[in-house]
């Protein structure tokens, strides 16, 4: 069986159809809020899954950090829900949320995206999205992963 991966590559997109639904391996924000709210809805324990978040042309602040664009939200580190601010964000600027998943490896943490069977179906409007994601492993799942990003 083609793994999701290979069905992006293919087709050189950060979307796919599969079974009949849209698939991200990449979700773009269609404009930049002020904050967004993360709440992890269910996530298989092994491996720990995650949500990355990057901006280009603004900046994340959370409780733990200020000033950040690159943003890993873990389910087994990070509360339940979690809230970004966003700020010094340029007309221009670029918001995209991905899942990704963790693995111990020779004793070192090793964090992956992208591979396998990763991906998301994504619905709802862009103020309240549900992100379904399937971690890289196995097969397609995409109950590995479920999180509810609403924006303000």
Request: glycine share 10%; proline share 4%; charged share 25%.
């Amino acid at each position: 069986m083609v793994e999701l991966a290979e069905l992006f590559a293919e087709r050189r997109s950060t979307t796919i159809q599969y079974d009949g639904e849209l698939v991200h391996g990449v979700y773009e924000f269609e404009r930049v809020p002020r904050s967004l709210a993360v709440t992890f809805v269910r996530a298989t324990q092994a491996p720990v899954q995650g949500l990355r978040l990057k901006i280009r042309g603004g900046v994340f602040d959370v409780p733990e950090e200020r000033g950040i664009h690159d943003l890993v939200l873990w389910t087994d580190t990070a509360p339940g829900n979690v809230v970004v601010s966003l700020r010094n964000v340029r007309p221009d600027a670029l918001l995209k949320v991905w899942n990704v998943w963790r693995r111990q490896v020779g004793g070192h943490a090793v964090t992956q995206a992208w591979l396998g069977n990763a991906g998301m179906r994504v619905s709802g409007a862009e103020n309240r999205l549900l992100l379904r994601c399937s971690d890289g492993e196995g097969p397609v799942a995409f109950d590995d992963l479920e999180a509810v990003v609403e924006s303000e």
